[in-house]
């Protein structure tokens, strides 16, 4: 058996879900529920994972899915385990949440610049699902302004897929000598691969193709604002 809220909360977020393809936030929910706090919305959540009614999605803040829903009775009775099946979209087709957010790695800065040493850090950047397309992605910390021309600016996290190869004119990860990586778009002359920076300022650089190793595509970016 439900309790009236867990019944409440399960309804709400389903219909938010079914309206939008969004999950409600937990201050959302706490308006609809008339709680003071969210922290009632996390014991909510928590009851009906327990019970096999919802579930949040992994490495997603705030994306829930609802597998099953009591049948509304019609009286004021408690609501029982009545179970019916959820009719769900078909995944292909369900949007992606605008609150959908996964963990990515963070590893550091990377020069749009001259070459700079080979990031080493590990940590972890919150970034929408909806930046990022198919495939294993990282973030990267952009540290200088070659790439400006292109809308990169310093400061920027770019949103790097993981990749080996690249296309001509792709914005890439390029690792120069196993040590030094830099964000630029992608040439090829010859026997040569040519990294090009985005701004005037600054010369294109040329390697032997042997020198160079892509690690990812630009994806997509990121900008704080102080």
């Known amino acids: 058996m439900l309790t009236a809220k867990q019944h409440e909360l399960l309804h709400f977020i389903q219909e938010r879900l079914d309206a939008?393809?969004?999950?409600?936030?937990?201050?959302?929910?706490?308006?609809?529920?008339?709680?003071?706090?969210?922290?009632?919305?996390?014991?909510?959540?928590?009851?009906?994972?327990?019970?096999g009614f919802l579930r949040r999605l992994p490495n997603r803040a705030r994306a829930l899915e609802v597998l099953r829903v009591p049948e509304a009775a019609k009286s004021a009775a408690p609501v029982r385990d009545n179970i019916v099946p959820l009719r769900k979209p078909a995944p292909a087709l369900k949007p992606i949440a605008a609150n959908d957010v996964i963990e990515i790695p963070l590893h550091g800065k990377i020069a749009a610049g001259v070459p700079i040493e080979a990031f080493e850090d590990h940590n972890n950047l919150a970034v929408p699902a909806a930046l990022l397309g198919s495939g294993e992605h990282y973030a990267l910390e952009v540290s200088g302004d070659s790439m400006v021309e292109a809308g990169i600016f310093d400061g920027d996290?770019?949103?790097?897929?993981?990749?080996?190869?690249?296309?001509?004119?792709?914005?890439?990860?390029?690792?120069v000598?196993?040590?030094?990586?830099?964000?630029?778009?992608?040439?090829?002359?010859g026997q040569m691969?040519?990294?090009?920076?985005?701004?005037?300022?600054?010369?294109?650089?040329?390697?032997?193709?042997?020198?160079?190793?892509?690690?990812?595509?630009?994806?997509?970016l990121l900008r704080r604002y102080h």
């Not at 897929?161 to 390029?174: L, Y």
């Not at 000598?177 to 002359?189: H, M, N, S, W």
């Open 177 to 189: 000598d196993g040590q030094d990586a830099t964000l630029k778009y992608f040439r090829r002359e």
């Open 20 to 51: 939008s393809g969004i999950s409600p936030s937990f201050e959302e929910m706490k308006e609809a529920l008339g709680l003071k706090s969210k922290s009632g919305i996390h014991r909510l959540i928590s009851a009906l994972e327990e019970r």
């Open 193 to 220: 691969i040519r990294l090009d920076p985005a701004n005037s300022a600054y010369e294109p650089q040329r390697y032997p193709a042997e020198r160079v190793i892509v690690q990812g595509r630009l994806s997509g």
């Open 157 to 175: 996290y770019a949103l790097i897929q993981k990749a080996s190869t690249a296309r001509e004119g792709d914005i890439v990860v390029a690792l």
